[in-house]
C-alpha cells in the first residue's frame, strides 16, 4: 500500500503565503515525479508544479514567480511554497507522485486526498 497526505491548506488574505507539504508512505520503491495540481470549483483539475527525482522544475504560468516546489527524496516528501497568494489559487491541492512498489513494479501514479487553500479577505 502507498499513501499521499497532504498538510499545511487553509484560509489566508490576498498576499500572503502557505506552505504544502506531502509525504509519501508505505511500500516504495522509487518515486519519479512529484508533483502538485489543483481543481477549482466547476473546473478541471491543473498541474501547479512538478518536480523530478532529478531535472530541472516545472510551472504553470499562473504561478511562476510565486510558488516554489522542492522535494527530499530521502524523506519521500514534496513541498509547495505559495506566496503572494491570489483569490484565483483559490482551490482543492492535490499531491501526486510516480512511484514503483518494488523493483519489477511499473511506475503508477498516486494521488493524496486534497488539501483546501482558501483565499480571500
Known amino acids: 500500500q502507498v499513501q499521499l497526505v497532504e498538510s499545511g491548506g487553509g484560509l489566508v488574505q490576498p498576499g500572503e503565503s502557505l506552505r504544502l507539504s506531502c509525504l509519501a508512505s508505505g511500500s516504495i520503491f522509487r518515486i519519479n515525479t512529484m508533483g502538485w495540481y489543483r481543481q477549482a470549483p466547476g473546473k478541471q483539475r491543473e498541474l501547479v508544479a512538478a518536480i523530478p527525482s532529478g531535472g530541472s522544475t516545472t510551472y504553470a504560468d499562473s504561478v511562476k514567480g510565486r510558488f516554489t516546489i522542492s522535494r527530499d527524496n530521502t524523506k519521500n516528501t514534496v513541498w509547495l511554497q505559495m506566496n503572494s497568494l491570489k483569490p484565483e489559487d483559490t482551490a482543492v491541492y492535490y499531491c501526486?507522485?510516480?512511484?514503483?512498489?518494488?523493483?519489477?513494479?511499473?511506475?503508477?501514479?498516486?494521488w493524496g486526498q486534497g488539501t483546501q487553500v482558501t483565499v480571500s479577505s
Open positions: 501526486n507522485a510516480a512511484i514503483k512498489r518494488y523493483i519489477s513494479d511499473v511506475l503508477r501514479d498516486y
